[in-house]
């Protein structure tokens, strides 16, 4: 991205407001469908076989025996039962996190920039500030949490910073918090 590019405010059809990336998932998707779908698929042509007149096929009578013969309390019953909870579970995870959590997702369509870029720039911007002894950033979706020792003004670093964030065109309003340590305070 060019300076001016950076400068410049995209036009309002190209500003998304309040979305967050998402991962494509793709791999999962793919593995717990094609599963399904073997399964489904050889169930409902046995069963077809069946309602046609024809015999059903051996695994068929077997698992259906196995089924009826077989307590809850069985070990293969509970590791089956387990291994679809355990499945179940981690489809629902992939459906409900957003994924792609160390991005920021910028103004144009499509475009994001790395948490971690955006915290270097800001403490590489906070560090030539004179009186700054050391800092510490963190970025988070909504929020920027700036904490700094020495004897630097707060306030004055703030705007500095302020000013910094304002040039990265992000989608989402983004919280600045700056912080003075003293030096005597040690970090946990």
């Not at 369509?109 to 403490?123: E, M, N, T």
């Not at 989402?172 to 946990?188: F, K």
């Amino acid at each position: 991205m060019t300076a001016d590019q950076l400068e410049s405010p995209p036009e309002d059809d190209q500003i998304i407001k309040g979305r967050r990336l998402r991962s494509p998932r793709t791999f999962g998707a793919v593995l717990i469908s094609t599963a399904v779908l073997v399964v489904a698929g050889g169930l409902l042509s046995d069963v077809v076989a069946v309602r046609t007149g024809h015999r059903a096929r051996p695994w068929r009578a077997d698992l259906a025996h196995q089924l009826a013969t077989r307590h809850l309390d069985d070990p293969w019953v509970r590791l089956g039962a387990g291994v679809a909870v355990l499945l179940g579970l981690w489809c629902c995870l992939l459906a409900l996190t957003p994924g792609l959590r160390r991005w920021l997702p910028l103004s144009r369509p499509g475009s994001a920039i790395d948490r971690a870029g955006v915290a270097a720039l800001l403490a590489h911007r906070a560090e030539e500030y004179p009186g700054v002894a050391s800092v510490k950033v963190r970025v988070g979706q909504g929020s920027t949490k700036v904490t700094l020792q020495g004897t630097a003004d707060p306030a004055g670093l703030e705007r500095g910073l302020r000013a910094e964030l304002a040039r990265i065109p992000l989608a989402l309003p983004n919280r600045l918090d700056v912080r003075a340590r003293s030096a005597g305070r040690r970090q946990r």
